[in-house]
T-cell receptor, first 112, second 112 residues
Framework: GQSLEQPSEVTAVEGAIVQINCTYQ??????LSWYQQHDGGAPTFLSY????GLEETGRFSSFLSRSDSYGYLLLQELQMKDSASYFC?????????????FGQGTELSVKP | DTAVSQTPKYLVTQMGNDKSIKCEQN?????MYWYKQDSKKFLKIMFS???????INETVPNRFSPKSPDKAHLNLHINSLELGDSAVYFC???????????FGPGTRLTVL
């Protein structure tokens, strides 16, 4: 089977740093992606890790440890506009058509 | 604007009806997808087409039938709508099956 676990909600204040964890169990693994979705909006791609280590894109960073089946999204210098749902997603291998399996999402609330 | 577009944005219909949702992408991508997002924001893949060929067909009732007339279009037809079909349906596209996915704005389907 395939499953991903991430916290259902996180609250932080403007300017702070927040880390959203994701653990996964999958039969095939080709990488871990992160997507952001604002209320009423579409998911938008944030980052992708195929190899172990940290990927940095501006205020957002994503980390992967394949041996621990674990990753996280780090958001720095939080802004009110970062309030949204964040999804981790595992990409399956070739025999799964490279499909994305999404976690349940973490609702991030940024307070003033 | 280069994007993934879907029509209609909202669809309200009675149980038992048949409806279609259309999706178009002008990004020149080879792969297109349909996802269903339920009221708990769980995002699940339904179908994927690569170069008009069906490559992912998840466990979806056969009342749902995707059709890809060409690489830029992927439509979803739903027969005999049921209350449980109420959800937001997202179309997405990617360069190929292993690249980041770009999502359309979603179609909110409400079955009464």
């Amino acid at each position: 089977g395939q499953s991903l676990e991430q916290p259902s909600e996180v609250t932080a204040v403007e300017g702070a740093i927040v880390q959203i964890n994701c653990t996964y169990q999958t039969s095939g693994f080709y990488g871990l992606s992160w997507y952001q979705q604002h209320d009423g909006g579409a998911p938008t791609f944030l980052s992708y890790n195929a190899l172990d280590g940290l990927e940095e894109t501006g205020r957002f960073s994503s980390f992967l440890s394949r041996s621990d089946s674990y990753g996280y999204l780090l958001l720095q210098e939080l802004q009110m506009k970062d309030s949204a749902s964040y999804f981790c997603a595992v990409r399956g291998g070739y025999n799964q058509g490279g499909k994305l399996i999404f976690g349940q999402g973490t609702e991030l609330s940024v307070k003033p | 604007d280069t994007a993934v577009s879907q029509t209609p944005k909202y669809l309200v219909t009675q149980m038992g009806n048949d409806k279609s949702i259309k999706c178009e992408q002008n990004l020149g991508h080879d792969t297109m997808y349909w996802y269903k997002q339920d009221s708990k924001k769980f995002l699940k893949i339904m179908f994927s087409y690569n170069n008009k060929e069906l490559i992912i067909n998840e466990t979806v009732p056969n009342r749902f039938s995707p059709k890809s007339p060409d690489k830029a279009h992927l439509n979803l037809h739903i027969n005999s709508l049921e209350l449980g079909d109420s959800a937001v349906y997202f179309c997405a596209s990617s360069q190929d099956t292993y690249n980041e996915q770009f999502f359309g704005p979603g179609t909110r389907l409400t079955v009464l």
